[in-house]
């Protein structure tokens, strides 16, 4: 019998923060958002990860950051390479290697560029060149914010969508976003656990779900028309909206670290002084900032001084997730 290899396919996706969060499930199997949420995808963060499908080989084998993921994160993975394996019928088990150039699982935002990176990857090592929707469409089966991580610029999922869409390009409203690390350590509980955790025993966490989509909206309105104080405002919003349900959970749901709220005492400070800047964050303790460029090495000086920041790294709008595949 004549062998022949299989392509191998290398794609890069960048992480996205989101200015109006997702938090909460409306469809647990579908995985589809109970909430819309739009994000700003970065430049500075990404994972590469290629896929190569290989005969003879027994099962998955996936390495992350240099280590072979086994148990749960193991099997994770392969479920959702069995749905690639669905839909190309190609039955073989894959090589994946996948590198973040930044802290994994630490509300970096990893589950979103790892599966948006995989999705691509691993369709088009299956041979499969499926449109961007749907591949958006399958990263969201991964993770839902990894179905904004297909595309550059600002990128919305909205409420029902199994896809997410570009709402605006990074040059149509070029801000900046600081990612102040306050912890280069993993979270102790997966977002997909906290908002599981959240949705089951929050009493806040139906008025955080209607309350969503008017801030959503304002989000969105406010990108469109290029209004950063609006736009500011409606994010910082959000994210404590989506904070007020966690901490309303029982036990609560803490991700906050003494850093965290002086870094965000030191945002409303500086705003005051006349540097427009506003916070968000997600599941875990950085806090994140959006400026306008022109404030941007101001605002970058003054949080790196924050007792307690790692590293203040500067992100613009970053591009569409790309893919490669090398012939065979
Ligand atoms: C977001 N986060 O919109 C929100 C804000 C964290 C806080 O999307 O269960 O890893 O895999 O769909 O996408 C993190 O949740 O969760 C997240 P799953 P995911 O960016």
Not at 1 to 29: C, F, Q, V
Not at 55 to 84: A, K, P, Q, Y
Not at 136 to 157: D, E, I, K, M, N
């Amino acid at each position: 019998m004549t062998r022949h290899r299989l392509p191998k396919a290398t794609a890069i996706a960048h992480s996205n923060i989101a200015l109006a969060k997702y938090w909460g499930k409306k469809d647990e199997t579908q995985n589809l958002p109970a909430t819309p949420s739009l994000s700003m995808t970065l430049d500075a963060l990404h994972t590469t990860t290629s896929v190569q499908f290989v005969e003879r080989l027994e099962e998955d084998e996936v390495t992350l950051n240099g280590s072979r993921l086994t148990g749960e994160d193991l099997e994770r993975l392969s479920l959702f390479m069995d749905r690639i394996r669905n839909l190309s019928g190609l039955a073989l088990a894959a090589r994946v290697e996948s590198n973040n150039n930044f802290p994994t699982a630490s509300g970096l935002a990893s589950s979103a560029s790892g599966f948006a990176a995989l999705a691509l990857g691993a369709t088009r090592a299956a041979g499969l060149e499926l449109p961007r929707s749907e591949v958006s469409a399958l990263a969201r089966l991964g993770s839902a914010s990894a179905a904004r991580s297909l595309f550059g610029g600002y990128v919305a999922l909205e409420l029902d969508a199994l896809s997410a869409i570009p709402v605006l390009s990074g040059d149509g409203f070029p801000l900046q976003l600081l990612v102040c690390v306050v912890t280069t350590l993993p979270k102790d509980k997966s977002s997909r656990l906290g908002m599981g955790h959240t949705a089951k025993t929050s009493p806040y966490y139906p008025a955080w779900v209607a309350s969503a989509p008017a801030v959503y909206t304002r989000i969105r309105e406010a990108l469109l028309a290029q209004d950063f104080e609006k736009l500011g405002r409606a994010t910082e919003h959000s994210a404590l909206l989506m904070h007020a349900s966690m901490f309303a959970a029982d036990p609560p749901l803490n991700y906050w670290l003494p850093t965290t709220l002086a870094l965000l005492a030191r945002v409303t400070e500086l705003r005051g002084a006349g540097l427009p800047a506003y916070a968000t964050m997600d599941a875990g303790p950085h806090v994140k900032v959006i400026c306008e460029p022109i404030n941007t090495r101001a605002l970058a000086a003054a949080l790196e001084l924050v007792p307690g920041v790692k590293q203040v790294m500067v992100c613009s709008p970053g591009p569409d997730a790309a893919v490669k595949v090398e012939p065979t």
